[in-house]
């Protein structure tokens, strides 16, 4: 791991949200951090304990109070940074935590950076990378499945995981180590049958890993469903229905949505962007021109596509024209006004029956829609699931080369032409945890945090 010291200076941010509220923290972490906070609270902090909870009042530099407080001081390494850490709780509300917080600056201490305090908790070994990471995820969640991922992965499941692989993938290391250092010795470590069963026992379990990624992406950006059909088919009034209250304008009138209208709701506990379009259909006024390729846009971008047809007038020309532009894999037909007489849905697609005014086949849809997408894309035995674009990329990287490896090894290439690429998987597998990863990666990382974690 390339990486420098933890700074010495002190740092604070506040710590809750902007905004009125009750109770807002001032957190300050660092060697100074007693000392500092010392010159403005109102009682002495000599000799107390750590861990130890203080009222008293924040003063200014002239002696007039700021605020009544309460004063958690907690003496490193048992902190969450594994510095000195105090945190001010004083009354919610942007001006009195400013003032707080000013005043802790004039002290001594400096402005922490966006995840700062997560940083120095990795750097003095207190996580590792994969749980400070989580953090981040854990606040951000958006369902219960993106918040029990995170958990899991703070609990340290992941980092495990990758542990376990990295001591299989050294073990085999060892052997190639042997087998090119001394060749000529006659010992036998093990078959090339052996080590080409093991690496194929990590590969199957780093693909396992991989396969819950689809999931995991979902369950923490959110599923984007995008609504296209023709123009007045239904398409407004089935986003009410998924819905349950009157989000769009639902007029007999063709071209009423003119623009893409977003909606959020939850469907089989997960995060959903609901995105009704303008009807698309070849037409010569400018405005509406706009709200269709706005649609075909948002095609483009959705993780699903609900494709409305109106079952009274079946299967015509508008839908014939719109058919070529939908992907086959993340499509639904969905047949509306099954209320009234209506024609049979073609085979094209994986067709659900509904009728958007009267509600009907709602509920199974929306199953529907839960099941198809992650389906044979669950959590693994573990619970872990992967949320994380760059954790992905770190378990492809190190798939791909232990194929490269075993590939090499059934050609009876030499070991020690195989033996960079094995390294390789493993410092993949490094970057996950952070024991292999460089500064300028690791304050990409951190600067995705909020100020005050």
């Known amino acids: 791991m390339i990486l420098g010291t933890v700074e010495s200076q002190t740092i604070a941010a506040i710590a809750t949200p902007s905004g009125e509220g009750g109770v807002a923290i001032v957190r300050v972490s660092g060697p100074s951090a007693i000392s500092i ?40 390494p048992k902190t969450f940074t594994g510095e000195n850490v105090v945190e001010i709780h004083c009354h919610g509300g942007n001006l009195i935590s400013r003032l ?35 953090i981040q995820s854990l606040i951000s969640a958006k369902n219960q499945h993106a918040l029990k991922a995170a958990q899991t992965q703070l609990q340290g499941a992941l980092r495990q995981k990758i542990l376990s692989l990295k001591e299989s993938i050294t073990a ?14 006659g010992l036998e470590f093990a078959t090339t049958e052996e080590v080409i069963a093991d690496l194929e026992n990590s590969l199957k379990e780093i693909k396992v890993l ?41 007029s007999p009138h063709a071209g009423t949505t003119r623009d893409t209208v977003d909606a959020e709701l939850q469907i ?18 400018e405005i509406e021109q706009e709200g269709i390729r706005r649609s075909k846009e948002t095609l483009q971008n959705s ?15 508008s839908e014939e024209e719109i058919a070529p532009l939908l992907p086959l894999d993340r499509t639904f037909l969905v047949w509306n006004k099954i209320d009234l007489p ?50 992905q990329q770190a378990l492809q990287e190190s798939a791909d080369l232990l194929e490269t490896v075993i590939r090499g090894l059934i050609q009876e290439i030499s070991p020690e ?20 990863i460089t500064e300028d990666i690791l304050s990409a990382i951190f600067s995705r945090f909020c100020i005050g974690k």
Not at 418 to 431: A, E, I, P, Q, V
């Open 37 to 76: 906070c010392q010159k403005i609270f109102s009682k002495s902090l000599d000799q107390v304990d750590s861990h130890t909870v203080h009222f008293g009042k924040i003063k200014s530099e002239d002696g007039k109070v700021i605020d009544d407080v309460l004063l958690l001081l907690m003496k490193g």
């Open 100 to 134: 707080v917080l000013e005043r802790v600056l004039e002290a001594g201490a400096i402005l922490a950076r966006p995840g700062e305090f997560s940083e120095r908790a990795f750097l003095n070994g207190k996580m590792d990378l994969t749980q400070a990471e989580a």
């Open 268 to 285: 089989g506990g997960y995060h959903v962007v609901l995105t009704d379009t303008a009807g698309i259909r070849e037409i010569g006024e």
């Open 303 to 317: 993780d699903l596509v609900l494709f409305l047809v109106d079952g009274t007038k079946g299967w015509g020309s």
């Open 342 to 391: 209506h024609h049979e849905a073609p085979d094209r697609f994986i067709s659900l029956k509904i009728s958007a005014k009267e509600k009907t086949g709602i509920a199974t849809l929306k199953e529907k829609i839960a099941s198809h997408l992650f389906a044979g894309h669950g959590p693994t035995e573990e619970g872990i699931l992967l949320t994380d674009l760059r954790h």
């Open 210 to 250: 991989l396969n819950t990624f689809k999931m995991g992406k979902l369950a923490k950006e959110g599923i984007k469903i995008a609504l296209i059909g023709a123009p007045n088919v239904g398409k407004s009034s089935l986003m009410n229905a998924l819905l349950g209250r009157e989000r769009a304008i639902v």
């Open 172 to 185: 085999i290391a060892a052997i190639f180590e042997a087998w090119v250092d001394f060749p000529d010795e």
């Open 417 to 436: 032409f195989l033996l960079f690429d094995l390294r390789s998987s493993l410092k993949s597998l490094g970057k996950i945890i952070g024991s292999d």
